[in-house]
């Protein structure tokens, strides 16, 4: 099984239509959170419209969750700025997604595990637990009921669990000084077999994009400087090869045109 995992693509075009274009080469494609980009002057409610396209029309299977620019939560405010420029079914459409509580619901479908689910999930290469824990500002043990699940599914089915979650375990190479404490403390009590990350976008430069916590393998492919992610036509990836028991990070970096792999093998327990 192979695994594309992506993380802040922020509604950059050209990094969803990469995505789109390389999804065929692999089982899964997991983007864990910041689909969107609160500062686009277009208005939240048009970047929610893109990436529902943009996922419909997904030719792989896909597994999101929310990050902080997504807004993916009940007391969040919907922007309809963009509503009186919609006409017929496409203004049903939009008028239907605001009165979701989690505007990411929309997203589910047979080949998309979207935000808040924890879910058995089949590819061409065979079965996968994914587990996708949104983002909240105030809840320091996020979503216990989603990783107590995943658990219990794990040491039945004994498939791989691969965890979703925006922040990055805090007090390590992946997450920092700034990474979720209450991120860790649930992986150090359920370990799953996979945390995949995001967030902090220069921790993998600062520190490492792999470090294993326990049993748990905890990934984060950073993105690049905003300098070099204005020009970088790849989004940084990390690629798992489970058959191969591989790690691969793709990065950019800046003054430079090409991107760079670093491949670690990952240890079984």
């Not at 879910?119 to 500002?137: C, K, M, N, R, W």
């Amino acid at each position: 099984m192979k695994i594309l995992h992506l993380s802040d693509l922020h509604l950059n075009a050209g990094w969803l239509a990469w995505a789109s274009a390389q999804a065929h080469s692999y089982d899964l494609v997991c983007v864990s959170g910041d689909l969107l980009d609160m500062f686009s002057r277009k208005g939240h409610f048009w970047g929610v419209l893109a990436i529902k396209d943009w996922a419909e029309k997904f030719p792989a299977k896909l597994a999101l969750c929310s990050g902080n620019h997504d807004a993916n939560s009940p007391d969040r405010i919907p922007d309809t700025g963009l509503l009186h420029l919609l006409e017929g079914a496409r203004r049903r459409e939009a008028e239907r997604l605001i009165l979701l509580e989690r505007w990411m619901d929309s997203l589910e479908g047979p080949s998309v595990v979207t935000d808040n689910r924890t879910q058995l999930v089949e590819t061409a290469s065979g079965h996968v637990l994914v587990t996708t824990i949104p983002y909240s500002f105030i809840d320091w043990q996020p979503r216990k009921d989603l990783w107590k699940t995943g658990q219990k599914l794990r040491k039945e089915t004994r498939l791989p669990w691969i965890v979703l979650h925006h922040e990055p375990p805090g007090g390590m190479l992946v997450g920092g000084h700034f990474g979720s404490s209450g991120v860790r403390a649930m992986i150090e009590r359920y370990q799953p077999d996979f945390v995949l990350s995001g967030h902090m976008h220069l921790q993998p430069y600062r520190g490492d994009f792999a470090e294993r916590l326990g049993k748990t393998w905890c990934f984060n492919p950073g993105s690049p400087e905003e300098v070099a992610a204005a020009s970088a036509q790849t989004p940084n990836h990390i690629v798992l090869n489970l058959a191969a028991g591989t790690a691969a990070w793709c990065f950019s970096k800046a003054g430079k045109s090409s991107m760079e792999t670093r491949v670690i093998r990952l240890v079984s327990s």
